[in-house]
């Protein structure tokens, strides 16, 4: 439970980045930061899940680095 609890210094800091990314125009604003956090914490928690199921036996960072950019390209503003 202490990996959701979204008054820990991790979902603030990446609610901030994405609050001065949408600020910004970088970042799409018809979606919350907070649902956009949710979002990219639960990419993360879900990329280390599979990778402790398949016995870590890919490369956790390679996959990541790979995968990663396709998923944040969703949260681009199309301005």
Known sequence: K?????HRE????L???ITEGQKKGEIRTDMSAGDISKAYA????ALMYDWCLCSGDY????YTDKMTLDFLNNFRSSK
Not at 10 to 13: A, E, G, T, V
């Open 42 to 45: 639960m990419w993360e928690r």
């Open 10 to 13: 991790y979902f603030r800091l």
């Open 15 to 17: 609610r901030k980045l």
């Open 59 to 62: 490369s956790l960072t390679d």
């Open 2 to 6: 202490h990996l959701l609890d979204r």
